[in-house]
């Protein structure tokens, strides 16, 4: 898999947007970009991935750049609850290739 | 929602101790995972099976940790015998593929293993 590399930290505002970074240049053309949090003491939880075009779900949106060598996941109205690690993975869609993960970003979103 | 079914939720055992965590995957994915997580080392892959074959357990201490899939719906993962390094929490999770198309993962609620 292609290496990430995240902030270690990051402090949010509760209500306003958060926006992680993920730089991924060593990216191949086949090889998605997939974001999982994991809030404490519970298992990854998964956000959301895309391949070049940005995508938007009801968690989150992802901004991928045009040469894909970094990404941005954004949470619109950040909460208490959103507080987490949060990890950028790049991953080819191989049946065989497993999820690896790095040490992420902790988001904390303060009142 | 469905869920992967982690069990027990915690264990504290004595060093030289048999140790089995079981996984329940969610009904009709054909691959699991087991990770290991600790503050030093982060999230690591320990082995995966896919149609309950095993892939690649490469990430696993062979002499004492043994993954198996007794039939689709259990997957277990023992370690004989327990020492305290493998204090951590143990992750189980599921995914399904259909052909190359991966269909994502679902982790469960971990197993927390404490050796002393």
């Known amino acids: 898999d292609a290496k990430t590399t995240q902030p270690t930290s990051m402090d949010c505002a509760e209500g306003r947007a958060a926006n992680l970074p993920c730089n991924h240049s060593?990216?191949?053309?086949?090889?998605?970009v997939y974001w999982y949090r994991q809030i404490h003491s519970q298992g990854p939880q998964y956000i959301i991935h895309?391949?070049?075009n940005n995508e938007t779900n009801e968690m989150a949106s992802l901004i991928i750049t045009e040469d894909r060598k970094s990404s941005t996941l954004i949470l619109p109205h950040a909460t208490l609850r959103d507080t987490a690690v949060y990890y950028c993975i790049v991953r080819g869609l191989s049946g065989n290739t497993p999820l690896v993960f790095g040490k992420g970003t902790r988001l904390s979103v303060i009142a | 929602d469905a869920r992967v079914t982690q069990t027990p939720r915690d264990k504290v055992t004595e060093m030289g101790q048999e140790v089995t965590m079981r996984c329940q995957p969610i009904?009709?994915?054909?691959?699991v995972f087991w990770y290991r997580q600790t503050m030093m080392q982060g999230l690591e892959l320990l082995a995966y099976?896919?149609?309950?074959?095993?892939?690649?357990d490469s990430g696993m201490p062979k002499d004492r940790f043994s993954a198996e899939m007794p039939d689709a719906t259990l997957a277990t993962l023992k370690i004989q015998p327990s020492e305290p390094r493998d204090s951590a929490v143990y992750f189980c999770a599921s995914g399904s593929y259909t052909g190359s198309l991966f269909h994502g993962y679902t982790f469960g609620s971990g197993t927390r293993l404490t050796v002393v």
């Open positions: 009904l009709g994915h054909n691959t």
């Open positions: 099976f896919r149609n309950r074959a095993p892939l690649d």
């Open positions: 060593t990216i191949s053309g086949n090889e998605y």
């Open positions: 895309g391949l070049k």
